[in-house]
């Protein structure tokens, strides 16, 4: 009897995200098919290079979540000097990035449709990243559920270490119990520094989404956290 081959629990994680079966309209699985070969990087476990992806030398800045892709779009179209490497694992907001991308004829940013933490352990080299951006993650709400918030100490650790010294971690989310433990976790990472006292004003380069503009004036809150990695002692 052959023996079965035994699991590796090292890489084992507690996933952040469910695949839901969302709707993708035929606009979105067109671009998929005919654009992501030209702007997306296949998940691989091996390291990537940044430079060769974008056929350019220039800061590198990571998002992870993307969610439709709009706020990706107008960072990236606005800032033309920065690469921007996007994560996003649900089908309908990876095809509406691209029709943005191709839209808009925007040509700094690649797609990976990948989970985030085996994209970073496997992909991404140390000291690679100029910033990192985490907006509005899933909040994962009910206090049964909180262990599957993407903002825990092991994957800000994992995160830091992939930021160049200096490189920014900003984190925004609309829930004030995610936002408290965001700040917790992230001023107990030793290789990060809090730019603010504790939370941050929304910088000018992340644009106001329609579903935050309505909280906005529901008076709901929004907390932005902007982190820096120390510099080299």
Known sequence: MTEAPKTDLSKRHI????????????AQQRACDT??????IP??????DLDSAFGRTAPKILEIGFGMGDSTATIAQTHPGNDYLALE?????????????????????RIIQHDAVEVLRD???DATLDGVHIFFPDPWHKARHN??????????????????PGG????????????????RVLSAEPLLENTAADYAPRPAYRPLTKFEQRGLRLGHGVWDLMFRRKPTP
């Open 123 to 125: 992909m991404l080299g």
């Open 15 to 26: 996933r952040s995200y469910v695949l839901r079966q969302g709707r993708v309209s035929s």
């Open 168 to 183: 920014y971690l900003h984190v925004a989310t609309d829930w004030q119990d995610y936002a408290e433990q965001v700040l």
């Open 35 to 40: 654009l992501l070969p030209r702007f997306g």
């Open 89 to 109: 694992v649900h089908t309908p907001g990876v095809g509406n990035l691209l029709k943005l991308i191709d839209l808009q004829q925007i040509p700094n940013i």
């Open 43 to 48: 998940y691989a476990a091996q390291p990537l």
């Open 147 to 164: 262990k599957r918030r993407l903002i825990q100490a092991p994957f800000v650790a994992q995160l830091v270490q992939k930021l160049r």
